[in-house]
C-alpha cells in the first residue's frame, strides 16, 4: 500500500511538471536579482530550479547534521530496551538484584521509566527493601499520574500500614481515571485495616462487576467484609441494618452468624444473638455455634431455662457433640 501511495505521489509530480512545462516552454520569463551593486539575470525555470536544488541541499545539511543524534538515541533506546528485557527476565528468574539494577537503568529511557520503576521497585520490595522501594517510587513523581504508579504507591502505603494514605493516593487517582479492577480491591482492603469495613462491603458489586477476583475469592472476600463490617457496628442499629442486608447464603455461614452475636451480645442483644445461632444451627450443625451458643450472657427477655432447653434438645440428636 505505501509503495501505490509513493507511485501516484510520483505520478501527480510529474504531471504537474507535465503542466508547468507548458506554461513556461514558450516564455520563460526573466528573473533579475541585484545584491551588493551585482546584478544576476536567468529565467523563471533556472530559477524555480536553482531554488528547489538549494532547498534540497539545506535538507541534505539538515539531515547530515541531526544524523549522529539520531544515531545516538537510537543506540541508547536499544541499551534500554535490552536492559528492560533482561531486567524483566532476571524478575522473572527471582534474581532480584540483577533485574532491580537493570530495570532502574531502563528507567533512563523515557518510554519505559513508568515501567521500569515499577518493575525495580518490585524486585526491591521481594529483596524485603522498603526504602529502596520507596526510593524508585519516588523517582516516578513525575508519572504519578499514571494509574499503574499510583497503584504501586498506594500498595507501598498499605504495606507500610499507612492505610489512610493509601485511600487518599487512590480516591486522587480514580478522579482522574476510571479505577483498574486491582485499584478497587486495594482499596477495599485498605478500608478494612481502616476499620471501614462497612464501606468496602457496598464495593462489592464493583469488585464483580470489574472481575477483579475468581468466583471462589470474590465469595470468600464477601464473607470476610460481611463478618468485619458487623464486628464493627457502632450501635444496635447499625448491626441490624448491616445484618438484615446480607444474603440469606451469608447469615447460615457460622463465621459470620459468630461476628453477629459476638457483637450483639457485646451491645445489649442477647436474645437476637441467641435467636441467630438457633436459627444458623437448625441450616447446619456447627461446634464453634453451639460453644458460642453457649457462652453468651442470659436475655433480658428470655426465661433462664429456655437456652438449657433448646441445648438439650440439640444433645438427643447430636449425642456425640462435645461442644
Given amino acids: 500500500m505505501k509503495l501505490f501511495r509513493t507511485l501516484l505521489f510520483c505520478l501527480a509530480l510529474a504531471v504537474i511538471g507535465a503542466l508547468l512545462w507548458q506554461q513556461f516552454a514558450a516564455d520563460q520569463g526573466q528573473v533579475i536579482v541585484t545584491l551588493h551593486g551585482t546584478t544576476y539575470v536567468t529565467t523563471v525555470t533556472k530559477a524555480l530550479l536553482m531554488l528547489a536544488l538549494a532547498a534540497a541541499a539545506l535538507w541534505l545539511l539538515v539531515l547530515l547534521l541531526r544524523l549522529p ?55 526491591a520490595q521481594a529483596r524485603g527493601d522498603a526504602a529502596a522501594v520507596d526510593q524508585h517510587l519516588a523517582a516516578s513523581s513525575d508519572d504519578a499520574a499514571d494509574p499503574a504508579i499510583a497503584l504501586a504507591r498506594a500498595q507501598a502505603h498499605l504495606d507500610a500500614g499507612r492505610a489512610t494514605d493509601a485511600i487518599a493516593l487512590l480516591d486522587d487517582a480514580a478522579q482522574k481515571a476510571p479505577p483498574p479492577p486491582r485499584a478497587l480491591l486495594l482499596r ?136
Fill in 188 to 323: 477495599a482492603r485498605a478500608l478494612v485495616a481502616t476499620r471501614r469495613a462497612g464501606e468496602a462491603y457496598g464495593m462489592l458489586g464493583a469488585l464483580k462487576s470489574a472481575q477483579a477476583l475468581s468466583p471462589s475469592a470474590q465469595a470468600t472476600l464477601e464473607a470476610e467484609l460481611a463478618a468485619q463490617a458487623l464486628a464493627e457496628a457502632g450501635d444496635a442499629n447499625a448491626l441490624a441494618d448491616h445484618w438484615d442486608r446480607l444474603l440469606p447464603s451469608l447469615r447460615s455461614r457460622p463465621e459470620i452468624v459468630a461476628a453477629y452475636a459476638r457483637r450483639a451480645a457485646g451491645i445489649g442483644m442477647e436474645d437476637a444473638a441467641a435467636k441467630a445461632i438457633e436459627n444458623a444451627l437448625q441450616a447446619r450443625w456447627d461446634e464453634s455455634l453451639v460453644l458460642l451458643y453457649g457462652r453468651i450472657p442470659p436475655g433480658r427477655n428470655t426465661a433462664p431455662t429456655a437456652r438449657l432447653q433448646a441445648a438439650e434438645a440439640w444433645l438427643r440428636g447430636h449425642s456425640d457433640s462435645p461442644a
Fill in 69 to 123: 543524534f539520531q544515531l545516538w538515541r537510537r543506540r541508547q533506546r536499544k541499551q534500554a530496551l535490552a536492559r528492560m528485557t533482561g531486567g524483566l527476565l532476571a524478575l522473572h528468574e527471582g534474581r532480584w538484584t540483577r533485574a532491580e539494577k537493570l530495570l532502574a537503568q531502563a528507567s533512563s529511557h523515557a518510554p519505559f521509566r513508568a515501567t521500569a520503576r515499577l518493575g525495580a521497585a518490585q524486585a
